[in-house]
């Protein structure tokens, strides 16, 4: 099938499943997309297993192994989600956060990777190189399914600046903290950034993680001053999806950071373009349109990630490595969530409930299976991508449908700075 086909067919799926949701289900819209996929998917699996004469299994399987969904997402859909999430998140209730938002989203990241990372390996007997990547892979919250849930908690807005800016953050270093051990776990053999030593390590940390704020904040900034001398709705937001577009890429070719740039520059041109760069009408317009953006690619996120179970390989071990993976996960989650806050609270008082909150609120996503799915070929990659789903699906599914309601009753209280 050709790109535009496949864009069709997800774009009509996506559309007809949100519908049965929204008829039948009645759940929130992406995790209703993403059971109703799931089902479908699973249904097939079941008809072929009964009529394999019929082959559809063998047919969705090579349709989905044309969607190459690691990069659709990591080098494609996922800058313009960053941009669109952190487009709506004020620098002014960041920079009130910034300590609790720094600390989780560095050593929280690193602290859940060595928890994770140790516990798999001695869970499943892998090197514990390996091991740590897994736990990377499934360490960031995924803020396309934490920025959906947080629309249906009516939060304090410290707690949910907390959550959205942690989301977002931690998703780029993370990415980060990837390519990094994948290029010690792998050598070269880990992608064009690859790298044995230690030492190159650093520096690949550093060259992504600072060259791709510098280049979102000065991108940002530029279209700032473009935008600054034009009065046209139209074309401002059509900047805007330039910058996000162009941006990316061109991140990816710089060989830094995507993510974080998509970050910053969705940041400063949230926070700068109503100071002086948008007029209310250019700002309703733009508003609009990445909202708009962001709920589309939301639904296809979601329906490719219940269709990847083609993707994923399962029997009894990999099912039950999983769901033991799913404490670990949530038991690194909590450490890396209540480490910082602990750390802070000499300075500063919280609410009781932001520990639980933001421990049950940290979704795993598609960027852990996109992730997953990029590794290059080895003996564990099955296991890996395995048990990556399986917390995914439970993380979407179950945390996902019950996390606003734990957050409306947990997180009334207010919190006080001090």
């Known amino acids: 099938m050709t790109l535009l086909q496949i864009t069709s067919l997800l774009i009509v799926l996506a559309g007809a499943f949100g519908a049965i949701n929204y008829l039948f289900l009645r759940l929130p819209s992406a995790i209703g997309i993403l059971i109703v996929a799931l089902a479908a998917s699973l249904g097939v699996m079941a008809l072929d297993a009964v009529l394999p004469s019929f082959g559809i299994d063998d047919e969705l399987r090579l349709l989905i192994s044309e969607i190459d969904f690691s990069e659709a ?21 960041l920079r009130a956060q910034w300590r609790v938002v720094a600390l989780m989203a560095t050593i929280g990241v690193g602290l859940s990777t060595l928890i994770i990372g140790f516990g798999f390996s001695w869970l499943t007997g892998m090197p514990l190189m390996i091991a740590l990547v897994f736990g990377v892979i499934v360490t960031p919250t995924d ?14 807005k410290s707690l949910e600046t907390k959550i959205a800016g942690e989301s977002l953050f931690n998703d780029g270093v993370g990415y980060v903290v990837f390519l990094v051990l994948v ?3 792998f050598g070269h053999g880990g992608g064009d950034h690859g790298g044995g030593g230690l030492s190159d390590a650093v520096i690949l940390f550093l060259q992504e993680a600072v060259g791709g704020a510098l280049l979102g904040a000065s991108l940002g900034w530029l279209t700032f001053r473009v935008m600054r001398h034009i009065d046209d709705p ?10 996000a577009f162009g941006g990316y890429e061109l991140a990816i070719w710089l060989h830094v950071s995507a993510p974080i740039m998509a970050v910053v520059a969705g940041l400063l041109i949230g926070h700068t373009g109503p100071k002086g760069g948008m007029s209310a009408d250019t700002r309703a317009h733009v508003d609009s349109f990445w909202t708009l953006i962001d709920e589309i690619l939301n639904a296809v996120l979601f329906l490719l990630i219940g269709f990847e179970v083609f993707a994923v390989t399962f029997d009894q071990n990999i099912l039950l490595t999983g769901a033991a993976a799913i404490a670990l996960a949530l038991f690194a989650r909590l450490a890396a ?21 933001m421990t049950w609120g940290g979704l795993k996503g598609g960027i852990s299976v996109a992730l997953a799915l990029s590794l290059p070929e080895n003996e564990w990659k099955p296991l890996i991508l395995g048990a990556t789903y399986v917390i995914v699906i439970f993380s979407i599914i179950v945390q996902g449908l019950t996390v606003a309601r734990l957050a409306t009753r947990l997180g009334r209280e207010p919190e006080l700075d001090i």
């Open 73 to 93: 997402l990591l080098e494609g859909m996922l800058g313009l989600l960053l941009f669109a999430g952190a487009l709506h998140v004020k620098i002014e209730d």
């Open 143 to 156: 803020p396309v399914a934490v920025l959906g849930v947080l629309r249906a908690a009516d939060l304090p």
């Open 183 to 185: 290029g010690l776990a």
């Open 234 to 243: 139209s074309l401002e937001v059509l900047l805007t999806l330039g910058l």
């Open 337 to 357: 969530v209540a480490v910082p806050i602990y750390a802070l609270r000499p300075f500063r008082a919280f609410s009781a409930g932001v520990i639980p909150i």
